[in-house]
Nanobody
Framework: QVQLVESGGGLVQAGGSLRLSCAAS????????MGWYRQAPGKQRELVAR???????VYADSVKGRFTISRDNAKNTVYLQMNSLKPEDTAVYYC??????????????WGQGTQVTVSS
């Protein structure tokens, strides 16, 4: 079984910064990709950023140049550094682990979500 613990969300003024963390624990052999998604009220969940185990990254156009995703494979942890935050970044942010190899096979996992609120 894999557990994900997210942290780092909160309330910040526009232009401010936050850093999200998502740590995975359990009998993990490898994780193919790690990412962050977000869901604002009344909207569908959308990809924010994703990073493969080789370090390749993908960002939503709306966050390019402001957000940076990184991962620490030794700690099975993914980070999202969010700078120059805007009110439209307000959402619940979810971490996602893609193709996690454990003793029971390959599965995807989601974090519980952390609220990010950006005030204008």
């Amino acid at each position: 079984q894999v557990q994900l613990v997210e942290s780092g969300g909160g309330l910040v003024q526009a232009g401010g910064s936050l850093r999200l963390s998502c740590a995975a624990s359990g009998s993990i052999f490898s994780i193919s990709a790690m990412g962050w998604y977000r869901q604002a009220p009344g909207k569908q969940r959308e990809l924010v950023a994703r990073i493969t185990n080789g370090g390749s990254t993908v960002y939503a156009d709306s966050v390019k140049g402001r957000f940076t995703i990184s991962r620490d494979n030794a700690k099975n942890t993914v980070y999202l550094q969010m700078n120059s935050l805007k009110p439209e970044d307000t959402a619940v942010y979810y971490c996602n682990l893609n193709r996690v190899h454990t003793t029971v096979g390959w599965n995807d996992y989601w974090g519980q979500g952390t609220q990010v609120t950006v005030s204008s």
